[in-house]
Structure formats: structure tokens, C-alpha cells
């Protein structure tokens, strides 16, 4: 009788942990399928376990769930009418919800493809943004993009950033607010340290992602990871130089941002979120899980659950979920 009463209130304990977490703090959504975009698993790096989720998914809301496998995007042009087949594990999306009011923008892109797609609360259709025909050359291409808000801010394929505003009441529905760059942001070089290593040791994984901090100042984030014997990996942060402002000038160069004072860059969200060390959220850290998720890639060795702090330059990593057959996962920050 005693054991069943232990059983039921750890049932309960479980049950309370995922549905009612503490708000604000870090948890990890586990995937052991590839490509897998549900989860049955969440971890927990405050107490270092993994629970099963038992919750009915009643009073969650999901956005653009139609549950079509295959999607045809058709692009109708003067020399090749034609359409491209498209798969729902090609698609990729960013998704920002007002706390206040409800509002939400959701913006998305097929792997491969040169659209964009959004719409906001209370469209009835979604909208196109071409990343080529009609766009400067520059601002050509999504390599990464990140939503902030109504700002949308896209890396593109040539290195600049395009900038473009989705509040807009036009037949468009957005802007293109983007500064005018005359060249590429050259990052400085790395350390002599650091070229030693990467010329000792080769590298295995390297991924570029775009980021905006609270404040909206836009991040270049770059990752290597080394194949050392140790798992090594390095994070550099970047930002424009703030003497390099001016769009008229002809250089576009980059500065290494060392610090995020007390906050932290959680990567797969794409922005950061004040430190609270009473919710689990380190400072100055980046929460990183992998550099990109581009499906059509070969998979490599590039997934990394960590924590990286800039301060003392050192990876924080998790043991426990090398027991479970993890193939993805994805740090959120439950409300």
C-alpha cells in the first residue's frame, strides 16, 4: 500500500513538473525521431531529468497545424511555368506572440526556395516576400532570419542584413527598411590561438545564425566545432561597429561583442532573455542545441546540447541525456 501511495505521488510530482513548470526557466523539448517536430520528452536541467509528457494538449493553441504531408508551391514565370514539390519537414518557421494582447506574427520558408511566407492574427491568407526577384542583389537569399516582434531580420546569402518591417497595412503587408550597405560586414580575424587549433585540428561543423538582443541590436552568431578529443567547440558573437554607421560609408565591418552583460542568448529562439539565476537562466551564457536546421544537409555531428558562457569560455554539458536517444531537441522558455 505504501509503495502505490510512493507511485501515485510521483505520478503527480511528474505531472506538475511538465504542465506547471516555473515560469520563465529553461527546458529542453526532446525529439528521438529525425525530423521529428513533436515531443513526448522534456528535460529538465534543473533537477537533471528527463519526464514523458502525459498532457491531453487541451487549452494549447497551434498555428498552421493542417496536416498535409506534401505542399505544392508554384512559381509561374514567363520562360518556365512549373510548379516545386515540397515536403512538410522542409519547412522551417519563426513564430513571435504579443503576451499582451494575443497578436502573433508566424513567418515561413521551404529549404531550398527563394519565398518567404507570413501572415498575422487575423489575416485569412498568407502573404509572399520574394528574397529575389524585385530585391537588391545584396539583400538576395534567407541564410538564417530571426523575428523580433514585427521586425524581421534576414541574414542574407552575400553576408548583409536585410531588415523589413511586417506591420504594414499596404497589399504587401510589409516594408523593406533595411540599411544600405555598400559592402559585405567583414568579421576581424580570429585569435592566433584559436587559427593554431583550428589548423591542428580540423573542423567538423560550421554554422552562421543571426540573433537579436532585448534592446534589438543585431548579432551575427558563428560556431566551429573541432574534432579534438575532447568535444571543443568555439562561439564568436559579432555586431556592427557602431563607428561604421553611417550608410553612406564604403566599409562595413564587424565588432566582436565579448560580453551580453546579464543576459543570455538562447540560439534557437534567436533572442535573448534577462538572467535569473532563481529560474535557472546563466549570464552572459548562449543555450545552444545546434547551428542550423537545414534538413537537405548531411547530418553531422554539429547537434550540441551545451551551455557556453563568455566569460570563463567554458561548455556546460548535459550527461544525463546521452542515455536517451536524443536526434533533436530545442531550449524554450515555458510562460
Not at 86 to 104: F, I, M, P, S
Amino acid at each position: 500500500m505504501q509503495r502505490s501511495t510512493t507511485l501515485a505521488s510521483a505520478k503527480a510530482l511528474r505531472s506538475t513538473l511538465i504542465q506547471r513548470p516555473k515560469p520563465g526557466s529553461p527546458l529542453l523539448m526532446l525529439s528521438v525521431e529525425k525530423d521529428g517536430c513533436l515531443s513526448n520528452s522534456v528535460y529538465n536541467p534543473d533537477d537533471d531529468r528527463v519526464y514523458e509528457t502525459k498532457s491531453d494538449l487541451s487549452g494549447y493553441r497551434f498555428l498552421g497545424s493542417s496536416g498535409e504531408k506534401k505542399v505544392m508551391h508554384r512559381l509561374i514565370r514567363d520562360s518556365y511555368p512549373g510548379g516545386i514539390l515540397h515536403t512538410a519537414e522542409n519547412l522551417r518557421g519563426r513564430l513571435w506572440v504579443d503576451d499582451k494582447n494575443g497578436d502573433y506574427v508566424v513567418v515561413w520558408k521551404f529549404e531550398m526556395n527563394r519565398f518567404l511566407g507570413f501572415c498575422r492574427k487575423g489575416d485569412d491568407h498568407y502573404r509572399e516576400i520574394s528574397t529575389r526577384r524585385g530585391v537588391r542583389r545584396e539583400l538576395r537569399g534567407v541564410h538564417d532570419m530571426v523575428l523580433k516582434g514585427y521586425s524581421l531580420y534576414v541574414f542574407a546569402t552575400r553576408d548583409f542584413i536585410r531588415h523589413l518591417d511586417l506591420s504594414g497595412q499596404d497589399e504587401d503587408g510589409f516594408k523593406d527598411v533595411s540599411e544600405n550597405h555598400r559592402l559585405p560586414m567583414w568579421r576581424p580575424l580570429l585569435s592566433k590561438d584559436e587559427r593554431e587549433r583550428i589548423k591542428e585540428n580540423k573542423v567538423i561543423s560550421f554554422s552562421e545564425s543571426v540573433a537579436v538582443t532585448r534592446s534589438g541590436q543585431v548579432l551575427l552568431v558563428y560556431t566551429y566545432e573541432l574534432g579534438t578529443s575532447e568535444r571543443h567547440r568555439m562561439f564568436h558573437l559579432y555586431k556592427r561597429d557602431p563607428k561604421d554607421l553611417d550608410p553612406n560609408t564604403y566599409d562595413t565591418r564587424l565588432v566582436e561583442v565579448h560580453s551580453l552583460g546579464d543576459e543570455a542568448l538562447f540560439l534557437d529562439l534567436g533572442t535573448t532573455v534577462p538572467a535569473d539565476h532563481t529560474r535557472g537562466i546563466e549570464p552572459n551564457s548562449i543555450y545552444f542545441t545546434r547551428g542550423d536546421r537545414i534538413r537537405h544537409r548531411e547530418p553531422s555531428s554539429c547537434f550540441d546540447i551545451c551551455v557556453f558562457n563568455l566569460t570563463t569560455k567554458t561548455i556546460k554539458r548535459f550527461p544525463t541525456l546521452s542515455k536517451f536517444n536524443v536526434k533533436d531537441a530545442q531550449w524554450f522558455l515555458p510562460s
